[in-house]
């Protein structure tokens, strides 16, 4: 155990990659302990501080409008605004044709810009991402912002290769069924894919489809649907 927390520190100490492809979320358990891949050499990225407008989830804005940078949280990755999730308490299937719609990317915004408040933020720039915003780690008040976003259960990791306090946030809100844990939640990758309309006029029953049709899971409410007896009278 301690030679896996050792690695897991290791490895968060590393500018992280952008991942290419996207990662299989399901197997991420079998790579808990392994070696982060190989680093490129790190590229001097700049330190931003001021204060900051939340753009998304996991996303922050420096400056004013039209003239500024746009950074994003290093490890985490969180609903897209328009997305929507579904409450998995749908229990009176007779007056209520669907369970009820979970507008799961504006409360992730929502709970990141009440942890920023009107403080102060300051982002160390890791990496770059694939479409050219730079990641960051991000600190409002002495508190990891990303780190907060998991601990509450509004964000995932986007990466196994994270330190051990990021994954230990996010299991224990799985576990708790804190946020998007507690909903049924298309994995944030597929839903890019998938998604025709990405406006913020997007209905919740697109979502409900896609979630119909799903080839990845990430919310433990799809497992507990699975294990549940087919027969239910006995």
């Not at 994954?167 to 946020?179: I, S």
Request: proline residues 8%; glycine residues 6%; positive net charge.
């Amino acid at each position: 155990m301690i030679n896996r927390l050792i690695l897991f520190i290791a490895a968060s100490s590393l500018a992280q990659p952008a991942f290419a492809a996207d990662p299989i979320y399901q197997n991420w358990h079998a790579l808990r302990g392994q070696a982060a891949p190989p680093v490129a050499a790190a590229v001097r990225l700049p330190t931003f501080k001021g204060p900051v407008t939340v753009l998304d989830g996991r996303t922050l804005w420096f400056g004013t409008l039209g003239n500024g940078y746009k950074v994003r949280l290093a490890g985490i990755d969180t609903c897209e605004l328009p997305q929507w999730a579904l409450n998995p308490k749908w229990t009176n299937r007779e007056k209520q044709q669907a369970p009820s719609p979970v507008p799961c990317g504006p409360f992730a915004k929502a709970w990141l810009k009440r942890t920023v408040g009107n403080r102060p933020t300051t982002c160390v720039g890791l990496a770059y991402a694939n479409d050219g915003i730079p990641v960051a780690q991000c600190t409002t008040n002495g508190v990891d912002l990303a780190a907060e976003m998991l601990r509450v259960g509004w964000a995932r990791l986007d990466s196994p290769y994270i330190n051990a306090q990021y994954y230990a946030y996010q299991t224990n809100a799985m576990a708790a069924r804190y946020g998007m844990w507690g909903t049924y939640v298309l994995d944030m990758n597929e839903w890019r894919r998938k998604a025709v309309d990405k406006t913020l006029d997007r209905h919740p029953i697109a979502d409900f489809n896609l979630l119909a049709e799903r080839k990845s899971e990430i919310s433990p409410p799809f497992a507990d649907a699975r294990n549940k007896p087919k027969r239910t009278d006995r």
